[in-house]
Each structure stands twice: as structure tokens, then as C-alpha cells.
């Protein structure tokens, strides 16, 4: 459900009376969802420790982190220390199984995201999950099919935290209030370029303090290389840019910058799953993932728009300028908007609306009233904390984020399949080449499964 037609709960309730200055309402943090709790405090796992997982670090302190697990043990120490009580892993299987948990925040890489996020939710856990929440196509649909299953018990946060930055929301309300018109194409970019040559070779054996087994977990077999970590030797600092372009642990500025910037335009379009792909882009590397790509995504008409075509472009792919005096370039990931009385662009926390000439005198298009703005989200954390304890209720759950993050993935799958791609969302197959079907999913070594029961019996 999209935040404008979310019903004021109370922590809205609180800010907006803060905000105005109405009062200094201060209610227990226990009375806020009735959460039974001793102290409303979450049982929580932080799995993939370091790295991405500092900038959780406070949000955790409020809470029980009673579980950390992670494959490098200076990453385990460091994290340990700020959470003294918690029982350490290295295996996210052994982790899951820990019997007090209530939720998993996880900042692994992403090769592990569908896995853990699929046998969290089965093991009745909630989840945040960072970005991307999935590698494929057929990973996404599970994830999501299983929050779906869920959803009644289960809350769910995929970690695209710049979502709740009112920008998102004032861009949604100027696409919905027609201020550019009738909604035809939306376009996508992010400049990021991280070209990889190949997989590493071997580099001898890992360290000791680094399971490199498990870091590789459901992945295929590679030999140990510093070159996958930043600053191996020195205490590294979120090594995400060393491995998301590789095919096995990544996909690219896909699921990297890709999460964030896509987000800022689906959360306006209120899409499903497209019905045509096609993408084109750097020659195809067996290893890595194309630095320059575009891809095209044909969605049908909804009950407020008609039919649009959503593009994306990454690594020097670029759209049009509306104007020549608008340089493009120099938004850095952004979103384009064309409608039929005119653009909106937007980054993530700014946004230029440009009429066409004389026809679009604006005076169509009525800003909503203060009323119906929609109510900010505040921080994004907290907020699937609070949806833990009791609201359900998150800005980026694996419904909504789990059809964009397919979508995504669809665009490297026509990308690969070199050709136009008919889609059909409902049964999550492409109807007019039976052999693209297979780039839909990828393997997993032996062991490994995105079947949480099979994943128990290797335990
Ligand atoms: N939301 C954002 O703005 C944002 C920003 C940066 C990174 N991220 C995401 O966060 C995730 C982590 O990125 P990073 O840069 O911290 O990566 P990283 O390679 O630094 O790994 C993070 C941590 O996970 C640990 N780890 C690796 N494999 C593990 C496994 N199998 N089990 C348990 N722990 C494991 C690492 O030792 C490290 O402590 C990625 O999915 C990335 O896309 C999101």
C-alpha cells in the first residue's frame, strides 16, 4: 500500500503533533503497539556484522541483538563488542537456528540475500534485508511469494532507506495530481562504472580469521582473492564495489545503485510486473556483469494511467535531455518522468517540473492540500522495528520491492537474451523464447537451496 493511502497510525499521529507544535505528547515506547515484550525490545540476529552493518549499529543498540553471525571473525569481534551479549556464527544456517530470534537484519553480500531472506521468513522471522533482496528473477519471486504467505505475521524492510526521504513522496503526489499531464515514460539512470576484468585468480589460501567456504556460500566454487575486498590487510569498510559486478555475487549496478534509483520511480507508478523486456549493452562477459546497459520494460495501463514504458540506463547509457539546457550527466542517479503536458526530473532529494510551452499554462494541475500530503515515514529503520512489534506496516516490504527487484533482474535476462522478451508475471515466464527461461535462476553449489527445509538437512 503506498503511504498516501496508509491511515494515520500513532507514531505519525506523534510526529505530526510535534511538528506542529501542538504538544509534547511522550508516550512509553510499550504502549506504542501493545508489544508484550520485557522492555518492547526485538530478539534480533545481525547477520553480515561489518561493513554496511555499522550504519545500523545504533538503531540495534535500542533493541536485543541476542545474535551476530559473520564469516570473518575481526568483523564478529567488532561487531561482539558493541552487542557484548550476543552469541556468534559464522554459518547463517546455525545462526537461524538460535530459538530465541524474533527478527534478522542482514548486510551480507548479496549472493546470500534470497537464501537467508526465504529461510528467515519460513522459520517465522521477521526481516530486513539490504538491497538487493535478490540476484534473479525466480529469487525475487520466491522472496516475495513467501512474504506474501506471510504477510499477516511477518514484517519486511528491504534496505533502500532513501524511500523515506520526502522527496519520494512529493515526487509520487506531482505524477499523481497530473502537474506533467498524462503519465507515457518513465527513465531511470545511475552513472556508477566499475569495470571488472574476470574472476580473480587464486591467491593462495584465505586467512585464517576469513571462512572463505561460507563467504562463497550457495555461489560456485572460486579460488580466494584479495581483489573481492577493499583494503583486505587494513580493517575494511563495506566491500560491496569489489564484488557486486561479478555474476556470482552480484548484479551489478542492478541491484547496487540501481535498488535505490528505480525505487524513487516505483513508488510513483504503482506497476506490477511488466509484460515486454528488452535491453542491449556491453558485450556479454561469462564473469561480469555489463558496466553500460540499457533496458526497456513495457507496462500495461492501470486505473489512473495509461500504458508506460519504464527504461533503465547505467554506466554511461543515458536519456535524452528534455532541454539543451538541462544537462543530465550531472545528476548522478536520477529519474525522468514525461508526461503529456510535460518532465518531471528528480534525484533523491530534489525535483524540476517543466511544463511544454504555452500549452501547459499549470493552471490543470491543483496541488493537493496540506490534508491528503502523505504523512512522512521517519526513520527507516525504526519504522520496521515498530512494524516488528506490532504495525506490519513498512514503506519498502518484499511485496513492493520484491515485483521492482524482479523487474531488475528481468532487464539483465533480456540483456543476455539479446532479443525482445514477451513476459508473463502472473506464472513468471517468457513466452516467446522457451531457452531464456533458463536466466531466470542461477545454480547453487551443492549444499545450498533456496528450499529452506534442504537447506536444514545440510546443516
Ligand atoms: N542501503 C545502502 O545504502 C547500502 C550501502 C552499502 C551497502 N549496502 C548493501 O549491504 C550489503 C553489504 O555490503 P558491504 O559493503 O557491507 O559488504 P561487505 O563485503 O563489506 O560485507 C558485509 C559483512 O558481511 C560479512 N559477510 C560476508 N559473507 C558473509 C556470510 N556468508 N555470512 C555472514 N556474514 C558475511 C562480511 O565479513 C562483512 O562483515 C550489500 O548487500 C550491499 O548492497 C547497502
Request: aromatic share 10%; net charge positive; with cysteine.
Amino acid at each position: 500500500m503506498h503511504p498516501e493511502k496508509r491511515p494515520l497510525h500513532r507514531r505519525h499521529f506523534l510526529q505530526a503533533t510535534l511538528a506542529t507544535g501542538a504538544g509534547l505528547l511522550i508516550l512509553p515506547r510499550t504502549s506504542l503497539f501493545g508489544a508484550a515484550r520485557p522492555g518492547n525490545k526485538l530478539n534480533l540476529a545481525l547477520i553480515g556484522a561489518a561493513g554496511r552493518a555499522r550504519a545500523h549499529y545504533l538503531g540495534l543498540a535500542s533493541e536485543n541483538v541476542v545474535a551476530i553471525c559473520d564469516v570473518d571473525e575481526n568483523n564478529l569481534a567488532e561487531a561482539r563488542a558493541k552487542f557484548p551479549a550476543a552469541k556468534t556464527y559464522a554459518d547463517w544456517r546455525k545462526c537461524l537456528e538460535q530459538k530465541d530470534l524474533e527478527a534478522v537484519l542482514c548486510c551480507t553480500p548479496d549472493h546470500h540475500h534470497a537464501l537467508i531472506a526465504i529461510a528467515a521468513m519460513n522459520r517465522g522471522l521477521h526481516v530486513y534485508m539490504e538491497k538487493p533482496i535478490a540476484l534473479t528473477v525466480e529469487e525475487a519471486r520466491l522472496v516475495r511469494a513467501t512474504y506474501l504467505k506471510n504477510k499477516t505475521k511477518l514484517a519486511t524492510q528491504a534496505g533502500t532507506q532513501r524511500h523515506a526521504n520526502p522527496n519520494f513522496a512529493r515526487v509520487r503526489e506531482i505524477i499523481r495530481d497530473g502537474a506533467i499531464g498524462e503519465l507515457r515514460n518513465v527513465f531511470v539512470w545511475g552513472n556508477r562504472q566499475l569495470p571488472k576484468p574476470g574472476y580473480y585468480p587464486s591467491a593462495g589460501p584465505a586467512p585464517a580469521f576469513l571462512n572463505w567456504d561460507l563467504w562463497l556460500g550457495p555461489s560456485r566454487e572460486h579460488p580466494f582473492n584479495p581483489g573481492y575486498f577493499e583494503n583486505f590487510k587494513k580493517k575494511p569498510n563495506g566491500n560491496c564495489l569489489q564484488w557486486n559486478m561479478f555474476w556470482d555475487f552480484g548484479c551489478g549496478q542492478v541491484g547496487d545503485m540501481g535498488a535505490h534509483t528505480m525505487d524513487l520511480a516505483w513508488n510513483a507508478i504503482d506497476a506490477g510486473l511488466p509484460t515486454a523486456i528488452e535491453a542491449r549493452g556491453d558485450p556479454f562477459n561469462p564473469d561480469v556483469t555489463p558496466v553500460k546497459m540499457e533496458a526497456h520494460f513495457d507496462h500495461p495501463a492501470n486505473s489512473w494511467r495509461p500504458a508506460i514504458r519504464v527504461s533503465w540506463y547505467q554506466g554511461g547509457a543515458m536519456p535524452a535531455s528534455p532541454k539543451p539546457f538541462i544537462d543530465l550527466n550531472k545528476i548522478d542517479h536520477g529519474v525522468m518522468f514525461k508526461g503529456t503536458k510535460g518532465h518531471l526530473v528528480a534525484d533523491f532529494a530534489s525535483r524540476l517540473l517543466l511544463p511544454f510551452g504555452d500549452t501547459a499554462d499549470l493552471t490543470y494541475y491543483k496541488p493537493r492540500a496540506q490534508e491528503p500530503v502523505t504523512p512522512p515515514i521517519g526513520d527507516f529503520q525504526q519504522e520496521w522495528f515498530n512494524a516488528c512489534k506490532g504495525s506490519l506496516k513498512t514503506c519498502c516490504n518484499f511485496d513492493y520491492n520484491g515485483t521492482m527487484t524482479e523487474q531488475m533482474a528481468l532487464g539483465l535476462v533480456a540483456y543476455r537474451a539479446g532479443k525482445k522478451l514477451d513476459y508473463d508475471g502472473a506464472t513468471g515466464r517468457i513466452t516467446n523464447d522457451s531457452a531464456a527461461n533458463a536466466l531466470l535462476r542461477r545454480e547453487y553449489r551443492a549444499g545450498w537451496s533456496l528450499n529452506a527445509a534442504n537447506l536444514a538437512a545440510n546443516l
